[in-house]
């Protein structure tokens, strides 16, 4: 998986906890609409990251998911119980789609059909609020495309627009030749040397666009800088900007106020140049050219500045296209020229054109001398009519139409037309699905031709899962199996059907031929290509509904001690914390480890400094250091555990969720209160505490709270109140779930125990009610009759009990029939470091826990009695049997006497008994950060792990509950 | 001297997406997770260019928007902001507010890369 | 430093951003009889290409580049 699928797994997680959590209040709030907004922002954040990844299920449901979700914040009423369950559903299938994700390793399997029931169980809310808005106008949102004035010129147009301006100019002028337009005036603020750069890079290409920027005076506080903006414009051949600046004094100048206008010719499309200039979109216009617009002439007016012999000469090389002559009466023309005279702007362009060498030279050299004779009132020249074609303007467009119906026709005779998809869609599926049968024809030897038939079947379950045909999806499921398998028959037998109507030709034109196979892949390549513009068109036309607001809220993270007790979103969202893979905090918590052991050697140094070397004040300053570097130690061991320690709220935030879905199903009401949410604790109890206590709410939903009528009818309130509490004590967490039920019925436990064997009858008379209650803590118990849905899937308390015991944990059992249950459960706050006594036997050290430690006494071999083949002795009037360590372990040597004839006896808690451990000696007591046993050291279950300590040597520490 | 822009979002797989395109195309990357750290880190820094996400807790774009622009450090410096497709209202409104233009999420590297080019002089 | 200033002449280099318009105006106030150094310019903000239109100073150089040249050379010319 990539870093950025882990982070988005990751991401989603907690977007979906908050979503889980808003969804909840929703139904409590009272201030729907905050809480909507909230639900809204979330949703939509996880629907954008989906977006960074090819996951086209996950996005199409949460997208639906997003639009119910903004629709609801507009119109609250839609909000009902069976939509906060669909989006639950949802979602869970987000949820497992994050599994799916992870267990793939990054190559999730979606349900899609789930996807699609989902998606169109969302789109029915939306359906049904429609409607209720139809009755009210709909405003529909203004249509997409920018304001934008486009005039693609007429010849006749122009030219009335160049009667007025030469009727305002000159009257003395003659008419310019009827097809000769003068250019937009527009045009004369360009340069003519870029506007012959311009002309020479496209004699011939007639589709220019001309475009005049004209930004708001305000633009530089936006950020804009109009001149780059334009001089990036794609295609540019050509620029210019002029500015009211030029008149300003530069005292008076605000240089921050655009008082400027662009202009720019481009030779790319019209919408490329819309696109570019996407932002502001009201501030330009566009006007097509053609090239010979191009064709400005500038200067002064100077009617006489040609003699009229050599226009003539000019005008009759240019008739009969003799370019050399012409250049050379050009260039003689122009050496004696002012060159800031319009003839000499005219010569000048007559050399660019001539330059040239394309086709464009002829029209644009008549163009360019009949304005010149223009300038110099001069009636046009009767040039002679050369392999004119016809009209380009009107070609192109009758090319467009013709093109165009001859698309519509085809989509007519297509077997899709069927589809309830617009024409658009039709097209380019049809036109998609022709490729994909081509792809299909080509060499199915090559040795890619798998990949290619699996990229075959990709794009069709996405074509026909986009339109929403479910049918053909599940159709083409079945058939692509095979198809991956070679059989491609029937998977060409299917799409031609799909395709029947339209005429079958494609197969006939393109008979798969081998040679060809090249010529063939090309030609896929560069429809494909197309196809992929026309469906991002689409796509980013297509009108979307208003999403909004989004924001993860991040489970109060570990460190979090500042967002304790108050809910407010608002103080979760801030990244005040880091996410840290655990494997790294496992290893700082490793070498913190080692670095404490390798402390304690500092002591051992001192000692032999002072002892074998003599250097007493060395010995000393290692002692002072020790202390030093020991503190850092010490804090630092304190911090990482600190980092380790997560807050209750980690589990509990389940529960809401737990308790809504269950009682909802059992017809139950039910109030959950947690407490103690901050109450910290190491990640691995809290972990270790998630199933336990899923279970016992279970119960206690499924067996303790009674349904309300009964709970009516025993004066109860309706709804039962189910309470979970933490809360530290000392060094251990306590959690209490307490709920107002039914309780346990003692007596009923007591047959049950007894029926199934579980006690013998004397042990059934002697039991207290609390004793009988606790009884169902044990393995093979439970009260439920038949097996539910719910609790009672064969696991009982007694799983619950072994998995608290494993962490170290105890838990105890209180019940009242009538007035409910309480569970008390106690655990260490900190796996990771435990004390330890450290006791000597047989020459070798060895741990004991020192939660099982009760007391270390000296028991006189005379105090010691065999009862029954079992030594015992009696410790404060209470019989006390003992154990030899050696003899446990299988060690041959008896245990050691001191003295005064005396054994060393550890008394320990193991279970609900008490025994005495005889060992060899005590050494006190010492932290240690205890390790599993790992190879085949990991098998022998005499002992629960091993530590370094102090001295560099290791300590096992014993696991007494399996030795005893 | 690469151009050092300076993206906020709340959303940290967005954040890696848009910092892993940067990087890649030569940009230095800092990041913010909404608007208040945005302006709190921006206090003592001066990119060439700010990408922000519009809807985020505590400050959301459009308030991060009007805040930088009333600051004369950031009176010209290009913003874009990060938008889904369906938000046009919101683009048009963070224009008036002062933005330059949006990226539309999720970025392909090579639009953002386009258009960063196109409102980064220099770039 | 995009703007080499020396008493007779502004020499603009790479690309001018506008957060050096400030400056330039202040210089161009000062320097009544400055010229302008283009050369070395690749891309002027169009806040600073308008001081400088506005100053209507006498170019001593045009950026090499041809096509930016042809933008700005008919606003900062007609003045001379």
């Keep these: 998986m990539t870093p950025l699928l882990e982070q988005f797994v990751s991401e989603t997680r907690d977007l979906l906890q908050g979503i889980s959590e808003q969804l909840l209040a929703v139904e409590k709030s009272d201030d729907k609409k905050t809480t909507l907004n909230e639900l809204f922002r979330l949703v939509h954040t996880l629907k954008g990251n989906t977006g960074l990844f090819e996951f086209p299920d996950l996005t199409r449901v949460l997208h639906a998911g997003e639009d119910v979700m903004s629709e609801a914040r507009e119109n609250t009423g839609l909000w009902d119980q069976n939509l906060t369950d669909l989006l639950f559903d949802t979602m869970d299938f987000v949820g497992q789609f994050c599994d799916s994700i992870e267990e793939s390793d990054g190559n999730p399997v979606a349900d899609t059909k789930k996807a699609m029931a989902l998606e169109s169980s969302l789109r029915k809310y939306l359906e049904s609020s429609d409607e209720k808005e139809k009755k009210a106008p709909a405003e529909k949102p203004a249509a997409k495309t920018p304001a934008k004035k486009t005039t693609r010129r007429s010849k006749t147009t122009a030219s009335t627009a160049k009667k007025k301006t030469t009727s305002r100019k000159k009257s003395s002028r003659p008419e310019l030749a009827a097809d000769i337009a003068l250019p937009p005036d527009a045009l004369k603020v360009f340069d003519q040397k870029s506007l012959m750069t311009a002309w020479s890079q496209n004699p011939t290409d007639d589709s220019l666009w001309l475009v005049i920027y004209r930004p708001i005076t305000e633009c530089f506080f936006q950020g804009d800088d109009p001149l780059h903006t334009a001089r990036t414009t794609p295609g540019v051949v050509a620029g210019s900007v002029t500015s009211e600046c030029q008149g300003t004094e530069i005292s008076d100048l605000d240089p921050y106020q655009c008082v400027s206008e662009l202009y720019l010719i481009s030779n790319a499309t019209e919408e490329e140049v819309l696109e570019h200039f996407r932002y502001v979109p009201n501030q330009i216009e566009t006007l097509a050219l053609n090239t010979d617009d191009l064709l400005v002439i500038q200067g002064t007016e100077q009617s006489d500045a040609v003699d009229a012999d050599i226009l003539e000469s000019l005008c009759d090389a240019v008739n009969q296209s003799d370019w050399s002559g012409a250049r050379n009466i050009a260039n003689a023309a122009l050496e004696l020229m002012n060159p800031a005279l319009e003839a000499a702007s005219a010569l000048t362009w007559l050399n660019t054109i001539f330059a040239g060498s394309d086709g464009g030279v002829r029209d644009a050299a008549i163009n360019i001398v009949q304005k010149l004779r223009y300038c110099l009132h ?158 991002d068109e689409e796509r980013s036309e297509q009108p979307q509904a208003e999403p909004l607001p989004v924001e993860p809220a991040q489970p109060s993270a570990p460190s979090s001690k500042e967002d304790t007790d ?360 010492v932290d240690i950060i205890q390790k599993p046993m790992s190879g085949v050291l990991s098998g022998i279950q005499a002992y629960s792990g091993a530590a370094l300590i102090g001295d560099g040597s290791v300590l096992m520490v014993l696991n007494l509950k399996e030795i005893l | 001297m690469s151009k050092t822009i300076f993206v906020v979002d709340d959303s940290a797989t967005m954040l890696m997406s848009v910092r892993a395109s940067l990087e890649m195309n030569g940009f230095k990357v800092e990041t913010a997770s909404d608007g208040v750290q945005a302006l709190d880190k921006l206090n003592s820094m001066s990119p060439d260019l700010i990408i922000t996400d519009i809807n985020m807790p505590r400050m959301g774009g459009m308030e991060l928007i009007q805040a930088l622009r009333a600051m004369s450090k950031f009176r010209f410096t290009p913003i874009l902001t990060l938008t889904t497709e369906s938000e046009s209202g919101k683009r048009d409104q963070a224009k008036q507010l002062g933005a330059t233009g949006w990226l539309v999420k999720p970025v392909p590297a090579g639009d953002l890369v386009r258009i960063i080019k196109q409102v980064l002089p220099g770039a | 430093m995009p703007i080499v200033y020396s008493e007779k002449e502004a020499s603009l280099q790479e690309v001018v951003t506008i957060q050096e318009v400030d400056d330039l105006l202040e210089w161009l106030l000062a320097n009544t009889d400055a010229s302008i150094d283009l050369a070395e310019c690749r891309h002027l903000h169009l806040a600073a290409l308008q001081t400088l239109a506005s100053a209507r100073r006498p170019v001593t150089a045009w950026p090499q580049d041809e096509a930016f040249k042809g933008w700005i050379k008919p606003l900062l010319t007609t003045g001379e």
């Excluded at chain 1, 617009?422 to 299909?440: F, K, M, P, T, Y």
């Excluded at chain 1, 303790?704 to 189910?722: F, Q």
């Design chain 1, 378 to 535: 001069q009636p046009a020249w009767e040039f002679d009519q050369v392999e004119t074609g016809p009209d380009q303007d009107s070609a192109t467009d009758t090319d467009t139409d013709e093109s165009h119906s001859e698309h519509t026709e085809s989509t007519d005779s297509s077997g899709l037309e069927a589809l309830d998809i617009s024409e658009d869609d039709r097209e380019a599926l049809e036109h998609i699905l022709r490729v994909q049968r081509r792809i299909l024809d080509l060499n199915p030897d090559d040795a890619w031709s798998g990949g290619r038939v699996s990229a075959v079947t990709e794009v069709l379950h996405n074509c026909f899962y986009n339109l929403g045909m479910s049918d053909a999806v599940n159709e083409l499921a079945a058939l692509t199996n095979a198809a991956l398998e070679g059989d491609l028959e029937e998977l060409i037998h299917w799409l031609d059907e799909k395709l029947s109507g339209a005429d079958q030709a494609p197969e006939a034109d393109h008979e798969p031929d081998e040679d060809e196979d090249e010529d063939d892949q090309d030609e896929v390549v560069e429809e494909v290509e197309e196809i992929t513009a026309d469906v």
């Design chain 1, 566 to 925: 108050s809910k407010p979103v608002a103080s979760i969202g801030t990244s005040r914390s880091v996410k840290v893979d655990q494997e790294k905090i496992d290893r700082l918590m490793n070498l913190i480890g080692e670095m404490i052991v390798a402390k304690n050697a500092l002591p051992f140094l001192a000692k032999r400094a002072e002892e074998q070397h003599g250097l007493r004040d060395m010995a000393r300053e290692i002692k002072e250091q020790y202390a030093v570097v020991n503190r850092i130690a010490e804090e630092m061991q304190d911090s990482i555990m600190q980092i380790r320690m997560m807050p209750f709220s980690f589990i509990s935030m389940r529960f809401p969720r737990l308790v809504r879905d269950i009682s909802r199903r059992l017809n139950k009401e039910v109030q959950l209160i947690i407490e103690g949410e901050d109450t910290e604790a190491d990640k691995n109890i809290i972990e270790s505490l998630a199933e336990p206590l899923i279970h016992i709410v279970r119960n206690s939903l499924d067996h303790g709270i009674e349904m309300p009528d009964v709970r009516t009818a025993a004066g109860k309130s309706a709804a039962g109140t189910l309470t979970i509490k933490a809360s530290q004590e000392a060094d251990r967490v306590l959690i209490e779930i307490h709920d107002d039920g039914k309780g346990i019925d003692p007596d009923l436990i007591r047959e049950k125990a007894f029926e199934k064997g579980l006690i013998d009858d004397a042990t059934r008379q002697r039991l207290t009610d609390r004793e009988a209650v606790n009884l169902v803590l044990l393995p093979g118990f439970s009260t439920a009759e038949a097996v539910s849905d719910l609790s009672g899937r064969g696991v009982g308390m007694d799983a619950v009990r072994s998995a608290v015991e494993k962490v170290n944990g105890t838990m105890a059992l209180d019940s009242e029939p009538g007035k409910g249950t309480h569970i008390r459960i106690s655990l260490p706050m900190s796996i990771a470091v435990t004390r330890v006594m450290i006791v000597e036997s047989d020459g070798q050290l060895m741990g004991v826990p020192m939660d099982q430690v009760l007391e270390t006494v000296r028991v006189p071999r005379s105090e010691i009695y065999t009862v029954k083949h079992v030594q015992t002795t009696v410790l404060r009037d209470r019989i006390v049997p003992l154990k030899a360590l050696n003899q446990l372990l299988a060690l041959p040597s008896p245990q050691v006497i001191n003295e005064e004839d005396e054994h060393a006896v550890l008394v320990a808690r193991v279970g609900s008994d008490v025994i005495g451990l005889i060992v060899d000696d005590f050494r006190g007591s």
